[in-house]
């Protein structure tokens, strides 16, 4: 049994190393998983071969009282910093200059934002991990720092010394940041303003059962204490041992040569900063021969041979001037900070953005106050929070009830965030949105008409509402830029050709919000005509089926907007229209029958056969029973093709699809 325990903690190690440091996992989730079970249900059975190094052990202990002081056993230095390439000249003549060389070899990283670790291991096993603190002393955190799976709790290999510390950064990535906030958030708990404060708040939570719900990780970039015998001359063959010992560092690390090679490192890696997957905030310089760091010594608490290259602040402080508010392409209003102009990232802001009104209420942003604004590469700036409150205080944001740019009416539906322009056929600022939706394959499926040319009609002031479309001639189209006289006759033809449409299709066209193409289809079969929809009140329209809250307000704040039906009228007499549907009774033949898709069709979409088989009266289920009548098998099909086979129901492929609809 011990022969097996030890199999499986091994196992499970190997395969922690191959997953949270190498990022290149070996089995799937279930069958680590499974390994993992096995291992808890034999400790279980036989607690005397508990091991405080099984895999087992990252969780699991008691909710610490507070944290004991460490002392470390050699300082973790503070690095001097540089801002610019001439300090960068500075520090490499500097040490020239000690050394008595011409030119020296570095080693170059990138200085990550996170909060920095010792780890203490003992015979190859950890022992103790501590935060930094003021250098000389730290908190002792060893049973937070035992939940971070890409920290090993044995070293791998062989060769380590009897004692060694171990230093990195532990972090938290921007995919596990936005993890951890959106648990925070469905919890009803305070979000993280950034990801270094909560890797920092997680690594000192008292109960480690916490800290293994948050997904931290490490990167290890030297060492301290070495007990036991030298593990390299060069920081680079101490990088290299760690790897080997199944310790993280970073792969972006390389060795550079002289002022010129970290500048070209230092400009490579800022390229980069915004696509890495977790923040950093500038780079780190080392002399990489470890005799020549002897040499050159401390100075304070900082070592002469290293040097932190620091990038332009993301994050700076400056004044709320105004709050106003933009109106975005999909109608959404968005209120905007107005600021001081501030240097952030590079450049000078004077906008930020506060996404919603429930963002300002809960960052509790008002004109006058001090706020932190965070700027990454091309994001758009925002407000992060409040630094401080201006004296007096300006009154409370509120959203405006009509639109800033078109004045039609702004709604905000029940459980959603975003405030909404009503006149989605009007508003000019949702012009080009709505003209590209109005003219698409599944809407009116004008030919020709895309977003270039969309672009230059709205440019030149030649459309206002998709109606207007109806009424250019050939010589308008011509004259665009990269629009033949052929071109122009085809776009005018398809035009006159697409005025004759159906009601779902001109329903799906008019770009309702929550309104899509299966859904415009039932309406049009359940109202029958586009005068008795709009004049339809939300009681009415939550009797379709499919439709509930959510859509019925979307209709009914949309035909309730005069400037949208306004539109609607002019598209009429341009000429827009659609045949009346027929009786009924003969327009619902699969009244009473159950219908469930699978796989994927060759000739028509999902959604487009959900619509046309409820608009011939059939129920569209998700999921496969004795009452279903029909199941249609596409290709690549799930498991309810095998469930409708076992309860016996009768499966159709795509053809008989067609033939069920009257379309064979």
């Not at 060893?142 to 791998?156: A, C, D």
């Not at 002897?294 to 700076?316: D, I, M, S, T, Y």
């Not at 029958?593 to 998700?622: E, W």
Request: a neutral charge; one cysteine or more; aromatic letters at 6%.
């Amino acid at each position: 049994m011990q022969r097996r325990i030890e199999a499986l903690r091994a196992e499970i190690n190997s395969h922690d190393y191959q997953y949270y440091v190498l990022d290149d996992p070996q089995i799937p989730d279930a069958e680590y998983d499974r390994l993992f079970r096995e291992l808890q249900e034999l400790e279980t059975a036989h607690p005397e071969l508990l091991s405080p190094d099984s895999p087992t052990r990252r969780v699991g202990a008691r909710p610490a009282a507070g944290f004991a002081e460490v002392h470390h056993g050699t300082p973790m230095l503070s690095l001097a910093n540089a801002f610019d390439y001439q300090e960068l000249v500075d520090f490499d003549r500097r040490v020239r200059e000690l050394l008595g060389i011409e030119a020296v070899a570095y080693v170059a990283e990138p200085k990550l934002d996170g909060l920095a670790i010792n780890l203490l291991y003992e015979a190859g096993r950890l022992r103790r991990g501590a935060t930094r603190g003021d250098g000389e002393v730290g908190e002792d955190v060893s049973h937070n720092v035992r939940t971070i799976r890409s920290i090993p709790l044995t070293l791998r290999g062989s060769g380590w010394p009897r004692r060694l510390e171990v230093r990195g950064e532990v972090l938290l990535s921007h995919a596990g940041f936005a993890a951890l906030n959106a648990a925070q958030r469905e919890r009803g708990a305070k979000t993280f303003a950034n990801p270094r404060n909560a890797a920092a708040g997680s690594l000192r939570q008292l109960d480690p059962g916490m800290t293994a719900e948050r997904p931290l990780e490490i990167f290890c970039y030297g060492v301290g204490l070495v007990d036991g015998g030298p593990i390299g001359e060069r920081q680079s063959d101490i990088l290299r041992r760690l790897r080997e010992w199944g310790l993280r560092v970073n792969s972006l690390t390389r060795g550079v040569i002289g002022a010129t090679g970290c500048w070209k490192y230092y400009q490579e890696i800022l390229a980069q900063r915004d696509s890495l997957p977790y923040d950093i905030d500038g780079v780190v310089y080392k002399v990489d021969e470890l005799a020549l760091q002897q040499r050159l010594g401390n100075v304070a608490r900082a070592p002469r041979w290293a040097l932190a290259h620091k990038f332009p602040a993301q994050e700076e402080t400056t004044r709320v001037v105004g709050i106003d508010v933009q109106v975005g392409r999909t109608g959404k209003l968005t209120p905007v900070a107005r600021l001081e102009p501030v240097f952030v990232g590079g450049v000078t802001v004077t906008n930020a953005t506060l996404h919603n009104e429930q963002e300002v209420r809960r960052k509790d942003v008002h004109v006058g106050d001090r706020v932190v604004v965070r700027r990454a590469g091309d994001v758009i700036p925002e407000v992060v929070s409040v630094a401080s409150k201006g004296k007096p205080r300006a009154p409370e944001f509120r959203m405006p009830d009509r639109c800033p740019v078109c004045d039609s009416h702004v709604v905000r539906i029940e459980g959603q965030a975003d405030h909404r322009c009503t006149g989605g056929l009007f508003c000019p600022a949702q012009r080009r949105e709505a003209l590209w939706h109005f003219a698409s394959r599944r809407a009116l499926n004008i030919d020709g008409l895309g977003e270039r040319v969309i672009a230059q009609l709205d440019e030149q002031g030649l459309v206002a509402d998709p109606a207007d479309l109806f009424s250019l001639t050939t010589e308008q189209f011509a004259a665009l830029d990269r629009m033949g006289e052929k071109s122009a006759s085809n776009l005018v033809q398809s035009l006159q050709r697409r005025r004759q449409t159906t009601l779902g299709r001109f329903l799906f066209a008019l770009g309702i919000r929550e309104v899509g193409e299966a859904t415009a289809e039932t309406l049009a079969s359940e109202f029958g005509s586009l005068d008795a929809l709009m004049a339809a009140d939300v009681e009415r329209l939550q009797a379709v089926p499919d439709v509930g809250p959510v859509v019925a307000e979307a209709l009914r704040a949309f035909f309730a907007e005069p400037h949208n039906r306004a539109v609607i009228q002019r598209l009429r007499e341009a000429g827009v229209h659609w045949p009346a549907p027929p009786p009924a009774a003969a327009h619902k033949p699969l009244a009473g029958k159950t219908v469930v898709l699978t796989g994927t069709l060759a000739g028509l979409t999902r959604d487009q056969a959900r619509a046309r088989l409820k608009a011939l009266g059939a129920k569209v289920s998700s999921s496969v029973s004795k009452k279903t009548d029909w199941v249609v098998v596409g290709s690549e099909p799930g498991s309810k093709a095998q469930k409708a086979q076992q309860l016996g129901v009768e499966t159709l492929d795509e053809a008989g699809l067609l033939e069920l609809l009257g379309e064979d």
